[in-house]
């Protein structure tokens, strides 16, 4: 199920959250994890049941490796056996038709593709439950009940696209006592959070995708400005559209007194590739931060090993976002541009703050085009027309004043014609960009909100617009992750 | 928190949602009453339009109407028996009685944007009147034969698709459906513009007899098919290339993630059970403008190989194929056609001519 849907907004959540707390006022508290867990399971298998059985088998497989690692504290076969089973879970589903690409091309075998359909929210649900077996075998971590564990793994507002949770900083919540009583403050919160998350997802980013689908799937070639335009529009799109679904995610997860951890901080205005992670996809950085980087050695090795490990890192972090070699440049070209970070900084040159601000956005922005196309020729396609190569069309209502640029090789005309845009494009870019840039992030936006006047306008407007511009048809791009 | 806080924010949540339900709660009834493209109420222009072509009428205004429904109309309420049918998509609306040189009652119920469940579910239609058409011409889009279209046009006559499964495959299909409820448009703002923009015209059912096709409106002959507005078909003295250009795109829309063929299955017990039934099945394969075509065969081969496919099929089956996606088949020029995907009368009148149906 979407939260961008009629199905979730109208009748799952208000039903969920009413049943929810109608229990728990009855002192049912059982009965209402229960059906916490139960909503979460048809949650998940209302789009597409088929999967549910490969959902609940991996929380019973890692039920069973968490007890006994509870019972066998400190078996490190057992740990093994989890993570192994896990990933071989990942690797099937996600990976199987990559590898075999891969094999065809270096040797003759010619294997058949197995076109296995993915299984939606896997690489979520995976991670969450590969750090809930390496926090139980460092004992940070215990879970006795199964409900607990599949409340814990299948709690709806994070299964589908995180954020990736942590069990020690979940489940206590669950077990509070003034969290199982209604909390007008939370609710308003999270009504306001999960209004804007659908007003950055349906308003936002669904205006921007047209734009950046037409430049990296149709455009048989882009001019300087297209390809501009094309790339921008998608470096706003995936921030709007990921960070819309974590606000949705988050707010409803408030209602029911649950705070999930923030995955946004403004990424955007970071002022160095190491800051953009600190800022994007927080849980994710912190998962691979936690589970991949420190267990190989973090900080505390060589300094040539401590640059291996983070390009091995970065490159495990595309591989992560998708079996393709694309999103593999797309993490090499992090994991480089955090060593050269790293290098710059010894020599204790500084940047002034516009200046790094720049560099960073702009790498960022580039590097996004290799992890949006689908083969490197359409990469290539946009890149060039970045750099200028396909020529540049300006506006032609720009001939009179800019005419002197006809020298250059500058041509007047349709600007945006093979995006299909207008003069709404570079508008609205401006203003998602500004809005990226200077606006507060949502979790300092939602901390502010008071029950006043002014913010119900907002609420109503917000909500409302959001609600009457819903399109059945809209997917979140981290779905596909 | 205090209970001052509690009460405070009780009643901004309480006010909130009042005012989020109180005007969602107005539009949905705003578009109920003004409906107007007929969602929600069998529209009574459907009737007008089907009792004016019954009296041999044509029926001018727009065509945004309901067209499932009307094609429903049409069927259950015709004087008698209609002996050959043409089925098809837009691209499928300019093949007109008098082309195909036939004395066969006839009636051209093709429909914007129609996939192939629409063929068959209009066919479900003459199922469930206990009459097959004796000649159907099936009209194909190379759209069709791929997966996931967008069911969007044919909701009110789903259970006649269902009919026709039901009679080819001997058991109840499930069908799933991925398309949106008709109710959810009640507070959809694309249909709140359309109805604001329909009030403030107080016109938007305007549909007129006409004697002349020279109107700038849809013109629909008494059998059934359409001219479009002459807006549209001047459009073409603009120029045709900026028009297939922008064709290209629209081409690249419809043949977006377009890699194989699907359907396949579907389409072949189709047609065997229509035969099987005793009716003629005619393929027509509606030409793409030239400057589009070319393009677009660059880099959608697909095109070509359902070109191919049927054939082949047609040739195994010992059925009719006529036209072709290429226009080049039948030498049509750019100006044969008035945007990309639509030719003007002579195509169809071309493709048809001498042969006898």
């Known amino acids: ?481 | 928190m205090g209970r001052d806080d509690r009460i405070k924010y009780k009643g901004w949540i309480t006010y909130g949602l009042l005012v989020v339900f109180t005007v969602l709660a107005m539009v949905a009834v705003f578009n109920y009453k003004v409906d107007s493209i007929g969602i929600f109420h069998t529209d009574k222009g459907l009737f007008f339009i089907a009792s004016s072509l019954f009296k041999g009428k044509m029926v001018a205004g727009p065509i945004n109407y309901n067209e499932g429904e009307f094609q429903r109309v049409i069927v259950e309420n015709s004087p008698g028996p209609i002996d050959m049918v043409v089925v098809g998509s837009s691209r499928g609306m300019g093949v007109r009685k008098r082309f195909l040189r036939t004395e066969k009652s006839f009636f051209n119920h093709s429909m914007t944007a129609a996939t192939l469940e629409d063929l068959m579910a209009i066919i479900g239609l003459y199922l469930a009147k206990g009459r097959l058409p004796r000649t159907i011409i099936l009209c194909l889009d190379p759209w069709m034969f791929k997966e996931k279209n967008n069911l969007t046009k044919w909701q009110s006559i789903v259970p006649y698709y269902k009919k026709i499964l039901v009679e080819i495959y001997g058991k109840d299909i499930e069908i799933n459906l991925n398309r949106r409820s008709k109710y959810q448009e009640l507070i959809n703002l694309e249909y709140t513009l359309a109805n604001i923009k329909a009030v403030k015209k107080k016109k938007s059912k305007k549909l007129y007899i006409t004697e002349t096709m020279e109107v700038n409106d849809f013109v629909r002959e008494p059998d059934g098919s359409v001219h479009f507005s002459r807006g549209t078909r001047r459009e073409k003295s603009e120029g045709t290339q900026p028009l297939a250009q922008l064709g290209v795109r629209g081409l690249e829309h419809y043949s977006k993630d377009f890699y194989a063929i699907m359907n396949q299955r579907l389409f072949e017990d189709f047609v065997i059970y229509l035969r099987k039934q005793g009716s003629e099945v005619i393929l027509y394969l509606h030409p793409i403008e030239p400057i589009a075509y070319e393009r677009i065969k660059e880099k959608y081969s697909i095109m070509m190989e359902i070109e191919n496919y049927l054939h082949h099929f047609a040739s195994n089956q010992n059925v009719l194929l006529l036209g072709s996606y290429d226009p080049k088949k039948y030498n049509f020029v750019s100006s044969d056609f008035f945007d990309y995907l639509h030719g003007d009368e002579i195509v169809a009148k071309r493709i048809f001519e001498g042969h006898q149906l």
Request: hydrophobic share 50%.
């Open chain 1, 1 to 481: 199920m979407l939260f961008n849907s009629y199905a979730f907004i109208f009748c799952f959540l208000p039903f969920v959250f009413i049943v929810y707390f109608f229990l728990n006022r009855k002192k049912l508290t059982l009965a209402a994890k229960i059906w916490l867990t139960l909503s979460s399971f048809f949650f998940y298998g209302y789009w597409n049941p088929i999967y549910l059985p490969l959902v609940a088998g991996s929380i019973l497989f890692n039920y069973g490796i968490g007890s006994a690692l509870l019972k066998f504290r400190k078996n490190s076969p057992l740990l093994i056996i989890g993570i192994i089973g896990n990933l071989g879970l990942l690797i099937y589903f996600k990976y199987m038709d990559f590898f075999i690409t891969g094999l065809n091309t270096l040797t003759d075998f010619n294997l058949s593709l197995l076109h296995i359909v993915l299984p939606i929210g896997i690489s979520f649900f995976t991670f969450t439950q590969i750090a809930y077996l390496v926090d139980t075998y460092k004992e940070s971590a215990q879970e006795y009940s199964l409900i607990n564990y599949a409340l814990f793994v299948t709690f709806f507002p994070h299964l589908l696209a995180g954020p990736i949770i942590h069990h020690k900083e979940i489940m206590p919540q669950f077990d509070y006592r003034r969290n199982k009583v209604l909390n007008y403050r939370h609710i308003a919160q999270g009504l306001s959070l999960f209004s804007l998350g659908l007003f950055k997802k349906v308003i936002i980013a669904d205006t921007l995708a047209t734009w950046a689908n037409n430049g990296f799937d149709y455009a048989t070639t882009l001019t300087f400005c297209e390809a501009w335009a094309t790339s921008l529009s998608f470096t706003l799109q995936l921030y709007f559209d990921f960070s819309g679904y974590t606000d949705m995610a988050l707010g409803s997860s408030l209602l029911f007194n649950i705070k999930l951890p923030f995955n946004f901080n403004s990424p955007y205005k970071a002022l160095s590739v190491q800051d953009f992670w600190r800022r994007w996809h927080i849980t994710l950085s912190r998962f691979m931060r936690d589970y991949v980087y420190i267990p190989l050695g973090g900080n505390r090795v060589s300094e040539p090993h401590i640059l291996f490990n983070l390009l091995l890192t970065f490159l495990l972090i595309g591989l992560w976002h998708g079996a393709g070699w694309t999103f593999v440049v797309w993490g090499l070209l992090h994991g480089c541009a955090l060593i050269l970070g790293r290098v710059w900084k010894k020599t204790h040159v500084n940047f002034p703050r516009l200046l790094s601000w720049f560099l960073t956005f702009n790498f960022v922005n580039a590097a996004w085009v290799f992890f949006r196309a689908r083969t490197f020729t359409d990469a290539t396609k946009v890149l060039t027309g970045m750099c200028g190569m396909n020529g540049m069309v300006l506006p032609e209502k720009l001939s009179h004043t800019l005419s002197g640029l006809r020298e250059w090789g500058v041509e007047f005309g349709l600007s945006l014609k093979n995006i299909e845009g207008d003069i709404k494009t570079p508008l609205m870019i401006i203003v998602f960009l500004l809005l990226s840039f200077l606006y507060k992030n949502s979790d300092e936006w939602v901390a502010g909100v008071r029950p006043n006047f002014l913010n119900l306008v907002i609420f109503c407007t917000v909500i409302l617009s959001s609600i009457l511009y819903l399109s059945p048809y809209s997917e979140y791009l981290y779905f596909r992750f």
